[in-house]
């Protein structure tokens, strides 16, 4: 079934280029990128027609989670469906995250999120998460890069009594990563913030969701955002600052990239395009279920963050895919600090990205693929296997039609959610085929995924240049105090 699949009469797109040629997949990866190529083609070969469409490497969302136990429940996306709504929406492979509690083992925790992972239906890997810190941590960390192809490592400087990383900590991580050629990464929120002006917010009566941006405003994520900054020069560590939502972040970023520092931003799809009037709706499920973290913004930081992808100070999008129904929402009824946290968005991020970016002139098809897949896959090592329409590399590709619409909705999206917050968004540029390892899974609507054909994704440490940064700093520090 589907051995081989040849793809033909399109316009491939890759980060560097685009160019008209045939592509033809056999047993999972690319055997062939060229003109004419039907010649070639295997006995049996399926035959999919992409004349006037796009061939693009799948996209890859380097920031989900799924079936993630936060804030007293379970996300409704599981490994399967979530990655089954991501191959519907022309994403062939997610980072997701394991979160071990503080104090949980890491190695645990990593054995138990790639037992729920064993169902995905598309290619994955994870970041790690640092909650805590002793001699079992920093060994562990090593267990992982060196032998379980963990590469990147997470920081949460937010949720203050939970998963909150201290200075301490992150600190010793990011030594610790350097060390091992991994990336650490951040939430960038000032958690001690967060956790004061929630106690005001409520204090002046205000219960409902229209809380939980007043106590998240943009200088929580702009302080901690330059701190861990600071830290990763201190040590001549590279940061990627995961979901950069503001202006204040992203100033951070592009100061820092500007001093040399190796800094890197992600933005969420829905930051892009939602801004913070969600928050005013008087309907509670509606208002509830854009509760996230960072929150929503203002326009005018929207803007912002189009400027930093186009510019190149910003490098990634992802959804932080993290969905919980309306029913779990209600936790948070009379107290918007008992929300549970979080959006979907898996599925629509390719489109939404296309259709804001591509259709208004912001973006080249070029540039899509570097902020959808190509700049992903560099930045955690899976390049060129993943982010790259070339032979050789992973058959991964979305055949893109830049003239298809679709209305975005929760009545017709593969995620379990009962809600989407793309809600009636008309989105012009869709996948019409998805390939995951070389097999259509996505055809016309068909949506055609298998649990478990996902396969875990090692990806390797960075090389000695890692560290070049910390050399440098290594260099400038023993100078002479003069009198
Ligand atoms: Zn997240």
Not at 290 to 294: I, K
Not at 330 to 340: C, D, V
């Given at each position: 079934m589907n051995k081989s699949v040849l793809i033909r009469g399109g316009t491939v797109v890759n980060a560097d280029r685009e160019f008209r040629a045939d592509v033809l997949c056999v047993d999972g990866v690319i055997a062939a990128v060229g003109e004419s190529l039907t010649a070639q083609a295997p006995a049996g070969c399926s035959v999919v027609d992409a004349g006037g469409q796009y061939v693009l490497p799948g996209g890859i969302d380097p920031h989900t989670h799924m079936n993630f136990p936060f804030m007293g429940t379970t996300t409704v996306d599981d490994f399967y469906s979530g990655t089954s709504a991501a191959l519907a929406g022309g994403t062939t492979s997610i980072i997701d995250f394991v979160i071990p509690n503080p104090k949980q083992p890491l190695m645990e925790a990593y054995r138990i999120w790639r037992s729920w992972a064993e169902h995905a239906a598309s290619d994955y890997g994870f970041h790690v998460a640092i909650t805590w810190w002793d001699e079992s941590v920093h060994r562990d960390m090593g267990t992982l890069v060196r032998?379980?192809?963990?590469n990147s490592f997470k920081h949460f400087m937010a949720y203050k009594n939970a998963i909150m990383c201290d200075d301490e900590t992150l600190v010793n991580s990011f030594r610790r990563s350097l060390e091992l050629g991994a990336m650490p990464t951040v939430h960038a929120e000032n958690g001690e913030l967060v956790f004061l002006l929630q106690q005001e917010v409520a204090r002046m009566g205000?219960?409902?969701?229209?809380g939980h941006p007043l106590s998240r405003p943009p200088m929580v994520e702009g302080e901690a955002a330059n701190r861990a900054i600071a830290i990763a020069e201190v040590l001549g560590v590279p940061i990627y600052v995961v979901h950069v939502s503001c202006q204040e972040s992203a100033d951070a970023i592009a100061r820092a990239r500007a001093r040399g520092q190796r800094v890197y931003g992600e933005v969420l799809a829905g930051h892009l395009v939602?801004?913070?009037?969600?928050?005013?709706?008087?309907?509670f499920t509606r208002a509830a279920a854009?509760?996230?973290?960072?929150p929503f913004r203002s326009k005018p930081h929207q803007e912002a963050l189009w400027r930093g992808l186009q510019s190149g100070q910003l490098h990634t999008t992802a959804t932080d895919h993290c969905t919980f129904c309306a029913a779990q929402k209600?936790?948070?009824?009379?107290?918007?600090?008992?929300?549970?946290n979080g959006c979907g968005g898996v599925e629509e991020r390719m489109a939404v990205i296309w259709d804001a970016g591509v259709n208004s002139g912001r973006l080249t098809p070029s540039e899509f693929v570097a902020i959808t897949s190509a700049n992903t896959a560099k930045l955690f090592n899976l390049y060129p296997q993943k982010g790259l329409v070339a032979?050789?590399?992973?058959?991964?590709l979305v055949v893109w039609d830049p003239s298809g619409h679709k209305t975005l909705s929760a009545k017709t999206h593969?995620?379990?959610?009962?809600?989407?917050?793309?809600?009636g968004r008309t989105v012009q540029g869709i996948p019409t085929h998805t390939l995951s390892q070389g097999k259509l899974v996505w055809v016309d609507g068909d949506l055609r995924t298998v649990p478990g054909a996902g396969r875990y994704l090692k990806r390797p440490a960075f090389g000695p240049q890692f560290t070049a940064n910390a050399l440098r700093a290594q260099v400038e520090a023993p100078t002479a105090v003069e009198r």
């Open positions: 032998e379980e192809g963990v205000i219960t409902g969701p229209e939602i801004d913070d009037s969600v928050y005013r709706d008087p309907d854009h509760v996230m973290s960072p209600a936790a948070g009824q009379g107290n918007f600090a008992k929300i549970p032979p050789g590399a992973d058959a991964d593969h995620s379990k959610n009962d809600f989407n917050i793309f809600e």
